[in-house]
């Protein structure tokens, strides 16, 4: 039975990332299979073209880990 309502299940491989500077603002997206190595790359729900060069807005919906910039640590949503 799970088989059967899988078929009708959409299952994206792929998961957004947006990339924060140590200020916090929004720099780059990234759309991939894995998560980025580097540092600074934060997991979020949804993303949107107008928050580049701003901060992160709260409905973004990060959904990693805290993202760390060298020795600061910047709070994700």
């Known amino acids: ?6 078929l ?3 299952h994206s491989k792929h998961r957004q990332y947006v990339y924060l500077d140590n200020s ?4 780059a997206f990234r759309r991939c299979a894995t998560a980025p190595k580097a540092a600074g790359w934060v997991e979020i729900d949804e993303s949107c073209p ?3 060069n701003r901060p992160l807005p709260d409905r973004a919906g990060s959904v990693g880990p ?12």
Request: net charge positive; aromatic share 18%.
């Open 8 to 10: 009708f299940t959409f």
């Open 24 to 27: 916090g603002i929004c720099r």
């Open 1 to 6: 039975m799970n088989f059967l309502l899988s």
């Open 66 to 77: 805290q993202a760390t910039f060298g020795s600061r640590a910047v709070m994700t949503l």
């Open 50 to 52: 107008s928050w580049l």
